[in-house]
Protein backbone atom coordinates (compact mmCIF):
# COMPACT_ATOMS: atom_id res chain seq x y z
CA UNK A 1 0.00 0.00 0.00
CA UNK A 2 1.67 3.27 -1.19
CA UNK A 3 2.03 5.55 1.79
CA UNK A 4 -0.20 8.94 1.73
CA UNK A 5 1.47 12.59 1.81
CA UNK A 6 3.55 13.64 4.62
CA UNK A 7 0.04 15.93 6.71
CA UNK A 8 2.99 19.20 6.00
CA UNK A 9 4.30 18.03 2.71
CA UNK A 10 4.72 21.19 1.10
CA UNK A 11 6.58 22.42 4.23
CA UNK A 12 8.92 18.87 4.02
CA UNK A 13 9.86 18.81 0.73
CA UNK A 14 10.58 22.71 0.62
CA UNK A 15 13.00 21.84 3.91
CA UNK A 16 14.34 18.77 1.77
CA UNK A 17 15.19 20.88 -1.35
CA UNK A 18 16.98 23.36 0.92
CA UNK A 19 19.87 20.90 1.37
CA UNK A 20 20.41 20.60 -2.35
CA UNK A 21 21.60 17.32 -1.74
CA UNK A 22 19.28 15.41 -4.24
CA UNK A 23 21.28 14.13 -7.09
CA UNK A 24 24.30 14.68 -5.78
CA UNK A 25 27.68 12.22 -6.22
CA UNK A 26 28.41 9.55 -3.36
CA UNK A 27 30.13 10.56 -0.99
CA UNK A 28 32.23 8.30 1.07
CA UNK A 29 31.17 10.64 4.27
CA UNK A 30 28.03 8.92 4.04
CA UNK A 31 29.33 5.40 2.32
CA UNK A 32 30.72 4.72 5.55
CA UNK A 33 27.87 5.53 7.46
CA UNK A 34 25.22 2.99 5.62
CA UNK A 35 28.25 0.26 5.47
CA UNK A 36 28.40 0.53 9.65
CA UNK A 37 24.71 0.66 9.74
CA UNK A 38 24.44 -3.10 7.50
CA UNK A 39 27.65 -4.51 10.12
CA UNK A 40 25.80 -3.18 12.71
CA UNK A 41 22.22 -4.64 12.16
CA UNK A 42 23.72 -8.02 10.39
CA UNK A 43 21.57 -6.91 7.37
CA UNK A 44 21.80 -7.05 3.70
CA UNK A 45 20.91 -4.04 2.51
CA UNK A 46 21.37 0.04 4.29
CA UNK A 47 20.30 3.23 3.19
CA UNK A 48 20.35 6.75 3.24
CA UNK A 49 16.73 7.38 1.61
CA UNK A 50 15.61 10.48 1.53
CA UNK A 51 12.02 10.95 0.43
CA UNK A 52 11.12 12.87 -2.48
CA UNK A 53 7.26 14.13 -4.02
CA UNK A 54 7.32 11.08 -6.54
CA UNK A 55 10.81 9.00 -5.46
CA UNK A 56 13.04 7.91 -2.80
CA UNK A 57 16.46 8.67 -3.69
CA UNK A 58 19.25 6.97 -2.12
CA UNK A 59 22.34 9.05 -1.15
CA UNK A 60 24.25 5.97 -0.45
CA UNK A 61 23.24 2.43 -0.63
CA UNK A 62 24.45 -1.16 0.52
CA UNK A 63 23.01 -4.28 -1.07
CA UNK A 64 20.21 -2.82 -3.04
CA UNK A 65 22.22 -1.55 -6.37
CA UNK A 66 19.39 1.06 -7.45
CA UNK A 67 19.97 5.21 -6.74
CA UNK A 68 16.15 5.83 -6.50
CA UNK A 69 12.95 3.85 -6.56
CA UNK A 70 9.19 5.43 -6.87
CA UNK A 71 7.29 5.59 -3.97
CA UNK A 72 5.22 2.46 -4.22
CA UNK A 73 8.24 1.02 -3.43
CA UNK A 74 8.72 2.69 -0.90
CA UNK A 75 8.75 1.57 3.02
CA UNK A 76 10.68 5.04 3.93
CA UNK A 77 7.70 6.99 2.78
CA UNK A 78 5.72 4.92 5.39
CA UNK A 79 8.02 5.86 8.22
CA UNK A 80 8.54 9.36 7.95
CA UNK A 81 4.38 9.31 8.88
CA UNK A 82 5.41 7.71 11.99
CA UNK A 83 7.45 8.04 15.36
CA UNK A 84 10.91 8.46 14.87
CA UNK A 85 11.91 5.33 14.33
CA UNK A 86 9.41 2.19 12.66
CA UNK A 87 10.25 -1.28 12.96
CA UNK A 88 8.58 -4.06 10.21
CA UNK A 89 9.39 -7.76 11.93
CA UNK A 90 7.66 -9.31 8.89
CA UNK A 91 6.81 -7.17 6.21
CA UNK A 92 4.01 -10.43 5.07
CA UNK A 93 2.01 -9.24 7.42
CA UNK A 94 1.29 -5.79 7.68
CA UNK A 95 -0.47 -3.52 5.70
CA UNK A 96 1.50 -1.09 5.07
CA UNK A 97 4.17 -3.68 3.00
CA UNK A 98 2.54 -6.60 2.42
CA UNK A 99 1.50 -5.10 -1.14
CA UNK A 100 5.07 -3.69 -1.55
CA UNK A 101 6.70 -4.49 -5.29
CA UNK A 102 9.91 -5.33 -2.75
CA UNK A 103 8.00 -7.71 -0.70
CA UNK A 104 6.86 -9.65 -3.56
CA UNK A 105 9.85 -9.56 -6.31
CA UNK A 106 12.99 -11.75 -5.69
CA UNK A 107 15.08 -11.19 -3.37
CA UNK A 108 12.07 -10.71 -1.32
CA UNK A 109 12.19 -8.04 1.33
CA UNK A 110 11.00 -9.51 4.63
CA UNK A 111 12.33 -7.20 7.19
CA UNK A 112 12.65 -3.33 7.61
CA UNK A 113 13.81 -0.62 10.15
CA UNK A 114 14.45 2.71 9.88
CA UNK A 115 15.39 5.90 11.95
CA UNK A 116 14.21 9.27 10.89
CA UNK A 117 16.77 11.96 9.27
CA UNK A 118 14.99 14.90 11.24
CA UNK A 119 15.60 18.38 9.56
CA UNK A 120 16.14 21.01 12.55
CA UNK A 121 12.50 22.29 11.72
CA UNK A 122 10.83 19.05 12.98
CA UNK A 123 10.40 17.70 9.66
CA UNK A 124 11.86 14.61 8.28
CA UNK A 125 13.45 13.70 5.13
CA UNK A 126 13.93 10.50 5.18
CA UNK A 127 15.68 7.74 6.86
CA UNK A 128 18.70 5.93 7.59
CA UNK A 129 17.05 2.03 7.10
CA UNK A 130 18.32 -1.40 7.10
CA UNK A 131 16.51 -4.06 4.96
CA UNK A 132 16.68 -7.99 5.46
CA UNK A 133 15.49 -11.23 3.63
CA UNK A 134 14.27 -12.72 6.23
CA UNK A 135 11.60 -11.52 8.99
CA UNK A 136 13.72 -10.20 12.50
CA UNK A 137 14.05 -7.92 14.94
CA UNK A 138 16.77 -5.85 16.56
CA UNK A 139 18.44 -5.72 19.49
CA UNK A 140 17.66 -2.49 21.58
CA UNK A 141 21.36 -1.89 20.82
CA UNK A 142 21.17 -2.12 17.14
CA UNK A 143 18.14 0.29 17.40
CA UNK A 144 19.82 2.27 19.10
CA UNK A 145 22.92 2.72 17.03
CA UNK A 146 20.76 3.33 14.01
CA UNK A 147 19.22 6.12 15.89
CA UNK A 148 22.48 7.46 16.43
CA UNK A 149 23.86 7.01 12.66
CA UNK A 150 20.76 8.69 11.53
CA UNK A 151 21.86 11.83 13.82
CA UNK A 152 25.23 11.86 11.96
CA UNK A 153 23.82 11.74 8.77
CA UNK A 154 21.37 14.75 9.65
CA UNK A 155 24.86 16.30 11.06
CA UNK A 156 26.56 15.79 7.89
CA UNK A 157 23.90 17.18 6.26
CA UNK A 158 23.33 20.72 8.15
CA UNK A 159 27.22 20.91 7.80
CA UNK A 160 27.11 20.85 4.13
CA UNK A 161 24.14 23.51 3.99
CA UNK A 162 25.61 25.50 6.66
CA UNK A 163 29.02 25.91 4.87
CA UNK A 164 26.81 26.09 1.18
CA UNK A 165 25.05 29.25 2.93
CA UNK A 166 28.66 30.62 3.94
CA UNK A 167 29.81 30.29 0.92
CA UNK A 168 26.92 32.37 -0.67
CA UNK A 169 27.15 35.05 1.64
CA UNK A 170 31.01 35.17 0.94
CA UNK A 171 30.22 35.21 -2.69
CA UNK A 172 28.06 38.22 -2.43
CA UNK A 173 30.34 40.35 -0.03
CA UNK A 174 33.13 39.80 -2.34
CA UNK A 175 30.91 41.27 -4.82
CA UNK A 176 29.89 44.32 -3.04
CA UNK A 177 33.46 45.00 -1.90
CA UNK A 178 34.52 44.86 -5.87
CA UNK A 179 31.71 47.53 -6.46
CA UNK A 180 32.69 49.27 -3.50
CA UNK A 181 36.39 49.33 -4.63
CA UNK A 182 35.76 50.72 -8.36
CA UNK A 183 34.03 53.53 -6.82
CA UNK A 184 36.35 54.18 -4.76
CA UNK A 185 39.52 53.94 -7.21
CA UNK A 186 37.14 56.07 -9.46
CA UNK A 187 37.15 58.72 -6.53
CA UNK A 188 40.63 58.35 -6.31
CA UNK A 189 41.28 59.22 -9.78
CA UNK A 190 39.09 62.28 -9.55
CA UNK A 191 40.68 63.95 -6.78
CA UNK A 192 44.48 62.87 -8.42
CA UNK A 193 43.65 65.14 -11.83
CA UNK A 194 43.92 67.61 -9.65
CA UNK A 195 47.42 67.55 -7.81
CA UNK A 196 50.14 69.03 -9.05
CA UNK A 197 52.63 67.96 -6.37
CA UNK A 198 54.38 65.05 -7.59
CA UNK A 199 54.97 63.37 -4.76
CA UNK A 200 51.36 63.45 -4.25
CA UNK A 201 50.69 62.32 -7.56
CA UNK A 202 52.46 59.10 -7.17
CA UNK A 203 50.87 58.77 -3.86
CA UNK A 204 47.85 58.88 -5.00
CA UNK A 205 48.43 56.75 -8.43
CA UNK A 206 49.82 53.71 -5.78
CA UNK A 207 46.68 54.00 -3.95
CA UNK A 208 44.55 53.72 -6.98
CA UNK A 209 47.21 51.00 -8.34
CA UNK A 210 46.09 48.76 -4.90
CA UNK A 211 42.59 49.63 -4.71
CA UNK A 212 42.02 47.88 -8.47
CA UNK A 213 44.26 45.03 -7.65
CA UNK A 214 42.08 44.38 -4.37
CA UNK A 215 39.08 44.68 -6.05
CA UNK A 216 40.69 42.31 -8.93
CA UNK A 217 41.02 39.88 -6.05
CA UNK A 218 37.60 40.49 -4.99
CA UNK A 219 36.30 39.47 -8.36
CA UNK A 220 37.98 36.09 -8.55
CA UNK A 221 36.81 35.51 -5.33
CA UNK A 222 33.82 36.14 -6.21
CA UNK A 223 33.38 33.42 -9.29
CA UNK A 224 35.65 31.11 -6.99
CA UNK A 225 34.73 27.62 -6.35
CA UNK A 226 37.09 27.29 -2.93
CA UNK A 227 36.66 30.77 -1.30
CA UNK A 228 40.27 30.03 0.01
CA UNK A 229 42.03 29.69 -3.66
CA UNK A 230 42.15 31.63 -6.92
CA UNK A 231 43.48 30.84 -9.67
CA UNK A 232 46.20 33.05 -10.35
CA UNK A 233 46.30 33.25 -14.39
CA UNK A 234 42.94 34.87 -14.28
CA UNK A 235 43.61 37.46 -11.25
CA UNK A 236 46.63 38.56 -13.25
CA UNK A 237 44.69 38.65 -16.41
CA UNK A 238 42.29 40.83 -14.61
CA UNK A 239 45.21 43.07 -13.14
CA UNK A 240 47.28 43.68 -16.40
CA UNK A 241 43.91 44.59 -18.15
CA UNK A 242 43.43 47.69 -15.29
CA UNK A 243 47.16 48.62 -15.72
CA UNK A 244 47.15 48.77 -19.92
CA UNK A 245 43.84 50.63 -19.25
CA UNK A 246 45.91 53.45 -17.98
CA UNK A 247 48.97 52.76 -19.86
CA UNK A 248 50.79 55.22 -22.73
CA UNK A 249 49.74 54.05 -26.24
CA UNK A 250 53.61 53.45 -26.62
CA UNK A 251 54.02 51.08 -23.86
CA UNK A 252 52.37 47.02 -24.21
CA UNK A 253 52.21 45.08 -21.33
CA UNK A 254 52.49 40.88 -21.56
CA UNK A 255 51.60 38.66 -19.49
CA UNK A 256 52.91 34.76 -19.44
CA UNK A 257 51.39 32.72 -15.96
CA UNK A 258 50.61 28.76 -15.34
CA UNK A 259 47.57 28.19 -15.08
CA UNK A 260 46.93 27.29 -11.27
CA UNK A 261 45.17 28.02 -7.99
CA UNK A 262 47.19 29.67 -4.81
CA UNK A 263 45.83 31.27 -1.67
CA UNK A 264 43.74 34.75 -1.53
CA UNK A 265 46.94 36.28 0.18
CA UNK A 266 49.81 34.97 -2.10
CA UNK A 267 47.35 36.81 -5.17
CA UNK A 268 47.20 39.91 -2.97
CA UNK A 269 50.61 40.07 -2.45
CA UNK A 270 51.36 39.50 -6.60
CA UNK A 271 48.98 42.52 -7.26
CA UNK A 272 50.57 44.58 -5.60
CA UNK A 273 54.63 43.39 -6.94
CA UNK A 274 53.08 43.53 -10.53
CA UNK A 275 51.28 46.84 -10.39
CA UNK A 276 54.35 48.62 -8.98
CA UNK A 277 56.74 47.06 -10.98
CA UNK A 278 54.38 48.43 -14.49
CA UNK A 279 53.82 51.89 -12.88
CA UNK A 280 57.56 52.00 -12.29
CA UNK A 281 58.51 51.05 -15.87
CA UNK A 282 56.17 53.22 -17.09
CA UNK A 283 57.12 56.41 -15.32
CA UNK A 284 60.92 55.75 -15.82
CA UNK A 285 61.76 53.15 -18.59
CA UNK A 286 60.36 55.07 -21.75
CA UNK A 287 60.58 58.50 -21.30
CA UNK A 288 59.58 60.84 -24.62
CA UNK A 289 57.20 58.18 -25.85
CA UNK A 290 59.92 55.69 -26.45
CA UNK A 291 58.03 52.32 -27.48
CA UNK A 292 58.89 49.43 -25.49
CA UNK A 293 57.12 46.41 -23.81
CA UNK A 294 56.91 45.43 -19.79
CA UNK A 295 56.41 41.19 -19.51
CA UNK A 296 54.99 39.40 -16.35
CA UNK A 297 56.21 36.01 -15.92
CA UNK A 298 55.10 33.44 -13.34
CA UNK A 299 56.21 30.26 -13.26
CA UNK A 300 56.38 27.21 -10.64
CA UNK A 301 59.31 24.73 -10.30
CA UNK A 302 59.87 21.75 -8.14
CA UNK A 303 59.26 23.46 -5.02
CA UNK A 304 58.43 26.95 -5.86
CA UNK A 305 56.81 30.10 -7.54
CA UNK A 306 58.73 32.50 -9.85
CA UNK A 307 57.82 36.06 -10.25
CA UNK A 308 59.64 37.80 -13.42
CA UNK A 309 58.99 41.63 -14.15
CA UNK A 310 61.09 42.63 -16.65
CA UNK A 311 61.03 46.14 -19.21
CA UNK A 312 62.94 47.08 -22.39
CA UNK A 313 63.36 50.01 -21.60
CA UNK A 314 66.52 52.76 -20.91
CA UNK A 315 67.75 51.56 -18.02
CA UNK A 316 70.82 52.14 -16.89
CA UNK A 317 71.80 53.57 -20.36
CA UNK A 318 70.09 56.93 -19.41
CA UNK A 319 71.60 58.64 -16.73
CA UNK A 320 68.87 60.36 -15.26
CA UNK A 321 67.81 57.13 -14.38
CA UNK A 322 71.01 55.34 -13.57
CA UNK A 323 70.63 55.32 -9.73
CA UNK A 324 66.46 54.90 -9.88
CA UNK A 325 65.07 50.99 -8.80
CA UNK A 326 61.54 51.98 -8.00
CA UNK A 327 59.85 55.20 -6.36
CA UNK A 328 60.48 55.04 -2.77
CA UNK A 329 56.62 54.34 -2.30
CA UNK A 330 56.36 51.42 -4.33
CA UNK A 331 59.52 49.97 -3.44
CA UNK A 332 57.87 50.28 0.14
CA UNK A 333 55.20 48.75 -0.78
CA UNK A 334 57.13 45.82 -3.27
CA UNK A 335 59.03 44.99 -0.33
CA UNK A 336 56.32 43.96 2.12
CA UNK A 337 54.27 42.10 -0.24
CA UNK A 338 57.41 40.32 -1.17
CA UNK A 339 57.69 40.10 2.86
CA UNK A 340 53.91 38.42 3.37
CA UNK A 341 55.26 35.78 0.93
CA UNK A 342 58.59 34.89 2.61
CA UNK A 343 60.20 35.04 -0.81
CA UNK A 344 63.83 36.14 -2.12
CA UNK A 345 63.23 39.24 -3.63
CA UNK A 346 66.25 40.81 -6.12
CA UNK A 347 66.08 44.26 -8.60
CA UNK A 348 68.79 44.93 -11.15
CA UNK A 349 68.89 48.22 -13.42
CA UNK A 350 71.07 46.92 -16.79
CA UNK A 351 71.19 48.94 -19.93
CA UNK A 352 68.63 46.20 -21.38
CA UNK A 353 66.15 47.53 -19.04
CA UNK A 354 64.77 47.07 -15.19
CA UNK A 355 64.33 43.72 -14.11
CA UNK A 356 62.38 42.14 -10.54
CA UNK A 357 62.82 38.58 -9.79
CA UNK A 358 60.50 37.31 -6.67
CA UNK A 359 61.04 33.42 -5.73
CA UNK A 360 58.72 32.21 -3.11
Same mark, same amino acid.
Given at each position: ??????????????????????????????????????????????????????????????????????????????????????????????????????????????????????????????????????????????????????????????????????????????????????????????? /??? #????? +?????? &??????? =?? *??????????????????????????????????????????????????????????????????????????????????????????????????????????????????? /??? #????? +?????? &??????? =?? *????????
Amino acid at each position: MPAPPHPDQSERLKTLKSFDILDTARESDFDEIVELASRICDTPISLISLVDDSRQWFKAEVGLGVQETDLDRSVCAHAILEDAFLEVPDTRIDDRTRSNPLNLETPHMRFYAGAQLIAPNGLPLGTLCVLDTKPRTLTDLQRQALKVLSRQVMKQLELRRALRDQETLLHEADHRVKNSLQTLASIVRLY /GRN #LTDPQ +AIDAFE &AVRRRIE =AI *GALHSELQNAIDLNRVNVRAFLDKVIGLLRDSAPPHVEILLDAEDFVVGHGVTSALGVIVSEFVANSIKHGFPDDRPGAVSIGLHRTTDSIVLTCVDDGVGSRDPETENITQDNL /GST #LVAAA +ASQLNG &ALSTELT =AN *GSRLTLTF
